[in-house]
């Protein structure tokens, strides 16, 4: 029996609760691969099922292995897969809401849950990608369905999902503005966004021109709001939870609102390849963390003054 290390979650709790413990590496199921984890991502989801919310209704009880963005090699291929070979380099957000493990030396799970990584694209930078790229990527193209020509406004635009939502909105042929404080916008600039504004101090429905489609990842009141700065027939995209009553106002006032949950998609993640393998994607990585500083990356994530993506070092 192999063992290997990884972060466990003994209690539902702050930081503190994690800590690095030996698991048994696990065995791949026919379909399955089994990658030895190079990064792994961290996102908000991670420390809100931490904290007993996110997904944690759906994992159950701890003792738990979070974590679901996954950068590594091939270690081993079961029966029934024919994408991969032992040795492949390898992105994905396997299971998603189900566990995945991410933070651990190895995981498992189905050989499309994952794409070939670029060579464009390096170990850490690629753990940043999955879930916050698939999450922008469903919500834009699959939801939306963003056209060129139209205005997208982007909120929390710096942050994990929203970096790569501008980028992406970007290469669909849409006029990208985003929220965001004042220190970002040049940076913002840079990844290709048309129009920034500074939500400290700013009431963004009374400042921007209508839009056709909102991307909201902020939740909250921003979501209420957010009805006031899109046009006739607009959609409000949330990925954050909204406030309980923004659906039935959009509904009173003619807009149209979708809820996203990301899932796994190889398919999407071979189009984000794609993207990043012709330049018109870039994931950012503000810090990176050794797999025992989990928790330090946890308090850091939960700031939210982070500049795109957290990922721990395996």
Do not use: C
């Not at 791949?28 to 919310?53: I, Q």
């Not at 040049?186 to 504004?197: N, S, T």
């Not at 870039?282 to 946890?298: G, M």
């Amino acid at each position: 029996m192999e063992f290997m290390r990884a972060v466990v979650l003994d209690r539902y709790g702050d930081a503190d609760v994690l800590s690095v413990g030996r698991r048994q590496v696990p065995e791949p199921l026919p379909t399955e691969v089994r990658v030895r984890v190079v990064a792994a991502g961290v996102n908000p989801v991670d420390w809100k099922t931490r904290n007993g919310d996110g997904m944690a209704s759906v994992l159950g009880d701890p003792p738990q292995v979070l974590g679901w963005d996954v950068s590594g090699v091939v270690d081993a291929v079961a029966p029934g897969v024919t994408r991969f070979a032992v040795g492949d380099p390898v992105f994905g957000m396997p299971w998603f809401p189900r566990a995945a493990g991410a933070y651990a030396e190895y995981v498992t799970a189905p050989s499309r849950h994952f794409a070939a990584r670029p060579d464009e694209l390096d170990e850490v930078a690629a753990a940043a990608l999955p879930l916050a790229g698939l999450t922008a990527w469903q919500a834009l193209v699959d939801t939306a369905r963003v056209r060129a020509g139209q205005r997208v406004l982007v909120h929390a635009a710096a942050g994990g999902v929203g970096h790569l939502a501008v980028q992406i909105a970007k290469n669909l042929g849409a006029y990208v503005i985003g929220t965001a404080t004042t220190a970002r916008h040049r940076r913002l600039g840079e990844l290709g966004l048309d129009e920034a504004i500074n939500y400290q101090g700013t009431a963004f429905e009374q400042v921007v021109e209508p839009v056709d489609v909102v991307l909201d990842l902020a939740g909250g009141e921003v979501a209420t709001r957010s009805l006031d700065a899109l046009r006739p027939n607009g959609l409000l995209v949330s990925v954050a939870r909204p406030a309980d009553d923004t659906f039935a106002r959009a509904a009173d006032r003619g807009l149209r609102t979708a809820r996203v949950l990301v899932e796994p998609d190889g398919h999407g993640l071979e189009k984000l390849a794609e993207l990043v393998q012709a330049k018109r994607l870039r994931p950012l990585v503000d810090r990176t963390f050794p797999l025992d500083q989990a928790a330090e990356a946890h308090r850091l994530s939960e700031t939210g003054h982070t500049f795109g993506k957290i990922v721990l070092t395996v």
